[in-house]
């Protein structure tokens, strides 16, 4: 198998998640140094999301913690497969199942050595300390990944009975919902990062298999899910951190304080800044850096003959 394919993943993927990473970045870093003075100790790390991989992030850019799950996700697998696929004489499908089982016993296996060493028993420190770090955390995204492996070679199965799955799978957020409690220390450490890819993974035949006319729902989704990534890396840090208390403060001095007394006029003002700054985002800096990875990719035309040339190469 060529390296095209495995680039061309990485560059369209970088793209789109990283320049808007690092503006955001930026900007945290004027304003911490702005309002806070000296950097916390360990803030390089946020540069090559190493701030959670194996020890607890520091309180920075606290909400980033997944996108590093994701970019170390995105790195570790698709160098998996190309090695697999070019050292074995396995077929794409064989090697994409033994990475999938094989990701998804190793991680859990490690979260439960974590549990059974430190027991978390304090929901904070099993947030911090368990629910967000890269290794034990990258198996959430392989449930996904099951499903399009599922739907790409086993169609009938999937889409056997979506109605029935959904109900299971909403049955066991019900049921997560419940034991998602201090008190349950046991199904928390040991269970619930297992259970919760599961329910979601149940859901998909059923949403994938969804169509729904146009209209005003339809389009007010398509224009959230367009600026959803934007939403993600503002919504927290920069919005309720910096921007939404300046601009309470702005307007009070302007206004009076009356103004922003109520909570929910605070709310309602955090979710107009969140999804105005994040179109602008989307609109004005996303959306022309990604339009350039086609000037670095290679084309699709030379894709599909490496893509073939490796299907045809095994059995």
Not at 122 to 149: E, P, Q
Not at 222 to 242: D, H
Not at 258 to 279: D, H, K, M, N, R
């Amino acid at each position: 198998m060529t390296y095209e394919p495995l680039v061309n993943f990485w560059l369209r993927r970088w793209f789109r998640a990283l320049p808007s990473y690092f503006l955001v970045l930026i900007f945290l870093i004027f304003a911490w140094r702005y309002t806070a003075g000296p950097l916390p100790k360990g803030w390089p790390e946020y540069l090559y999301f190493c701030q959670n991989f194996m020890s607890p992030q520091i309180y920075f850019f606290s909400e980033s913690w997944s996108l590093s799950v994701e970019e170390w996700f995105y790195l570790i697998v698709p160098l998996l497969l190309y090695f697999l696929l070019g050292s074995t004489k396995f077929s794409a499908k064989k090697v994409t199942i033994i990475v999938i089982v094989s990701l998804i016993a190793l991680v859990t296996f490690t979260r439960w050595y974590h549990a059974y060493k430190f027991g978390y028993s304090d929901i904070n420190n099993w947030d911090v300390n368990f629910r967000k770090l890269v290794v034990t955390r990258m198996d959430s995204i392989m449930y996904g990944v099951l499903g399009a492996f599922l739907s790409l070679y086993y169609p009938s199965i999937w889409k056997k009975h979506p109605l029935k799955l959904l109900l299971i799978g909403f049955l066991i957020f019900s049921f997560d919902k419940y034991y998602y409690e201090p008190t349950h220390g046991i199904y928390l450490n040991y269970f619930y990062l297992t259970i919760t890819p599961i329910a979601t993974l149940m859901l998909l035949p059923a949403l994938s298999q969804m169509k729904i006319q146009g209209g005003i729902i339809v389009k007010s989704i398509t224009f959230i899910s367009v600026i959803s990534y934007s939403m993600y890396l503002l919504n927290l840090s920069p919005v309720q951190g910096y921007i939404l208390p300046i601009v309470v403060d702005f307007s009070s001095a302007f206004f009076g304080k009356q103004l922003f007394q109520s909570g929910y006029a605070i709310y309602a003002l955090y979710w107009v800044l969140t999804i105005s700054l994040s179109f602008l985002l989307t609109s004005f800096f996303e959306q022309p850096i990604t339009s350039l990875r086609d000037r670095f990719t290679f084309s699709a035309q030379k894709l599909d003959t490496a893509f073939k040339a490796a299907g045809e190469s095994k059995p």
